[in-house]
């Protein structure tokens, strides 16, 4: 139990670390004005609703990674052959992609992918199961 508990923690961990590297990637290539960097949500809305689509879907790409490295990360932890860790990271990860959706005005072309790559954490618990075993 402690360490299914242990493999979603250090999921949610590893796909955090992975979606701010990349987004940090995609702030360096699509600057985002500085008081939206400052935290300011209204210039943050400005942003996202003049952001080209490669920086928005630079964010996208971000999940996508996150989705299937902390899939992968919490089948080999929880070592048990069963995505149930795979699947509550992907869970907690989409909750937390829908509140910020709602919280800031996103197109629908990214609603959709953002609820849907939150899928691959199956392809994460795929690829656990078919590397050696730890």
Known sequence: MLRRILAVVVGLIVGSICITVVEKIGHYLYPPPAEASAGDMEALKVYINEAPFMALFIIILAYA??????????????????????????????????????????????????????????????????????
């Open 65 to 134: 990674l996150a989705a299937v490295i902390s899939g992968f990360t919490a089948s080999k932890i929880s070592n048990n052959g069963k995505p149930a860790a795979a699947i509550i990271c992907g869970i907690i990860f989409l909750l937390m992609t829908i509140y910020m959706m709602v919280s800031l005005p996103t197109p629908i072309w990214f609603w959709i992918l953002g609820i849907l790559v939150w899928g691959l954490v199956f392809l994460g618990h795929k690829l656990a199961l078919k590397t050696k075993k730890i």
